[in-house]
């Protein structure tokens, strides 16, 4: 394994986790040790306070989040349930991305402002009891409804994430960087996605910061995980590897 240097002058890498809980863990575990096969890199893991409503303490998988915490990692807050339980979509569009592509887990994509803050607020206090920093917050399925995103402003985040852009709050300002992601949970997703990923790599080596995100169920397949290996030591041969929080204080220097 060797351990990435960080270089101003270079373009960025963030790579998250997503998906962090007690439930996913083990996955979780078999990411973090396959990226850290390929390289020592900084993190950033996208927590589920109270994921798919269970929200009872695990004090061993909270002990290793503050290890990793301690090691330089970032630790995000990553809805509260990652569940969507806002009213029903009024068009098929949406119909179809909240219930079929986001298989009923995008918890932000039409919740109230009012909904959104209450929300917000028991993952902050999450984090807060456990005395842990948290700087970012995304979306599950990375949806943000005109609430949540008014909700949003309101909190003390310093940057979001959606699919395509990297969002910094405040002063607000968003770039643009499409996230690289696999899709696990059928045969045709899991031979297309890392085509696309690949491709979508090849067209972003100009831009000024590439995203490459892992699920909890990329684990349960050996080939992904390989592949995106190999695209991980790709990127990291011309990009900085740094956390999402370390992108944004990067990106208001500039």
Same mark, same amino acid.
Not at 3 to 20: G, M, P, T
């Given at each position: 394994m060797r351990?990435? !240097?960080?270089?101003?002058?270079?373009?960025?890498?963030? !790579?998250?986790?997503?998906? !962090?809980?007690?439930?996913t863990w083990p996955a979780c575990q078999r990411l973090l040790n396959a990226i850290h096969e390929?390289?020592?890199i900084p993190l950033t893991l996208l927590v589920v306070p109270c994921y798919h409503g269970h929200d009872r303490p695990d004090p061993g998988?909270?002990?290793?989040?503050?290890?990793?915490?301690?090691r330089g990692h @970032?630790?995000?807050?990553? $809805?509260?349930?990652?569940l969507d339980s806002g009213p029903p979509a009024s068009d098929w569009r949406k119909r179809w991305l909240r219930g079929v592509y986001t298989r009923n887990e995008g918890e932000f994509s039409a919740l109230s402002a009012a909904q959104s803050r209450i929300l917000l607020?028991? $993952?902050? @206090?999450?984090f807060g009891r456990r005395g842990w920093p948290v700087e970012g917050f995304v979306p599950p399925a990375w949806l943000l409804g005109s609430g949540a995103w008014q909700a949003l402003r309101e909190a003390p985040f310093s940057y979001t994430t959606t699919w395509t852009h990297f969002h910094l709050l405040s002063p607000a300002r968003r770039i643009w960087s499409p996230s690289l992601v696999y899709t696990a949970r059928n045969r045709s997703g899991r031979q297309l996605s890392p085509r696309v990923a690949v491709a979508q790599a090849a067209c972003m080596g100009a831009a000024g910061l590439v995203r490459l995100g892992l699920h909890p169920a990329d684990a349960a397949h050996p080939a992904l995980l390989r592949h995106a290996q190999h695209l991980l030591g790709a990127l990291l041969a011309s990009r900085a590897p740094m956390t999402k929080s370390a992108f944004a204080r990067r990106s208001r220097s500039v």
């Open positions: 351990r990435a !240097v960080l270089r101003s002058e270079q373009k960025a890498l963030c !790579v998250s986790i997503h998906d !962090v809980a007690p439930a390929v390289a020592d998988c909270e002990a290793m989040l503050a290890a990793l915490l301690a @970032e630790l995000a807050l990553h $809805g509260y349930r990652h607020a028991l $993952g902050l @206090e999450w």
